[in-house]
């Protein structure tokens, strides 16, 4: 079994900052890539930063120089660094891991976690 766990929303003003964390736990062999997809209320998933295993990062153009994605591979965790957040940041945040497991390539979702954006 595979878990994502992710930590870190909650409630933060115009222009503040906030820091996701996902840990990934369970029998897996490695980690492909993880990525971090947000969800606002009546909008589809979108995706918002991705990094690979081999450290390649790439950003919704709507988050560039603003947000961080980075990892910690003996943690089997990566983390989304916010910054200058507005209000249309505001979402659900999910992790999502592509790995590969004993079975083969399976990819998982975090349960998510809410960031609002708001004075």
């Known amino acids: 079994q595979v878990q994502l766990v992710e930590s870190g929303g909650g409630l933060v003003q115009p222009g503040g900052s906030l820091r996701l964390s996902c840990a990934a736990s369970?029998?897996?062999?490695?980690?492909?890539?993880m990525a971090w997809y947000r969800q606002a209320p009546g909008k589809e998933r979108e995706p918002v930063a991705i990094?690979?295993?081999?450290?390649?990062?790439n950003y919704a153009d709507s988050v560039k120089g603003r947000f961080t994605i980075s990892r910690d591979g003996a943690k089997n965790t990566v983390y989304l660094q916010m910054t200058s957040l507005n209000p249309e940041d505001t979402a659900v945040y999910y992790c999502?891991?592509?790995?590969?497991?004993?079975?083969?390539?399976?990819?998982?979702w975090g349960q998510g976690t809410q960031v609002t954006v708001s004075s």
């Open positions: 369970g029998s897996f062999r490695s980690i492909n890539a």
């Open positions: 999502h891991a592509d790995l590969l497991t004993f079975i083969g390539r399976q990819d998982y």
């Open positions: 990094i690979t295993s081999g450290g390649s990062t």
